[in-house]
Nanobody
Framework: QVQLVESGGGLVQAGGSLRLSCAAS????????MGWFRQAPGKEREFVAA????????WYADSVKGRLGISRDNAKNAVYLQMNSLKPEDTAVYYC?????????????????WGQGTQVTVSS
């Protein structure tokens, strides 16, 4: 059974940092792009960041550029999201997703495995 399990969420003050982790099991995703999405209360799920199969390319939503960094460790079948200079508007449930293709995508339709999400709350 394929599973993606996120961890590392929590409550942090504005300006603080968190590092989210996503561990995959059941199959390897070394040939797949990985991504992070988030969903705030009352809002639709939105793209945050993506990384290509070998880590050579990354993509970010404009709202997080320069503050968040995505990385992966294929030996551990894991992907990470380093979150710095957090803002209250970053508050959301963050989801890890495994892509269908080598390259990343901003579209949720291009991902076919999803984690259960981890809550990130940024207080002002």
């Amino acid at each position: 059974q394929v599973q993606l399990v996120e961890s590392g969420g929590g409550l942090v003050q504005a300006g603080g940092s968190l590092r989210l982790s996503c561990a995959a099991s059941g199959r390897t995703f070394n040939n797949n792009a990985m991504g992070w999405f988030r969903q705030a209360p009352g809002k639709e799920r939105e793209f945050v960041a993506a990384i290509s199969w070998n880590g050579g390319y990354t993509w970010y939503a404009d709202s997080v550029k320069g503050r968040l960094g995505i990385s992966r460790d294929n030996a551990k079948n894991a992907v990470y999201l380093q979150m710095n200079s957090l803002k209250p508007e970053d508050t959301a449930v963050y989801y890890c997703a495994a892509g269908k293709y080598y390259g990343g995508s901003v579209s949720a339709d291009d991902y076919d495995y999803w984690g259960q999400g981890t809550q990130v709350t940024v207080s002002s």
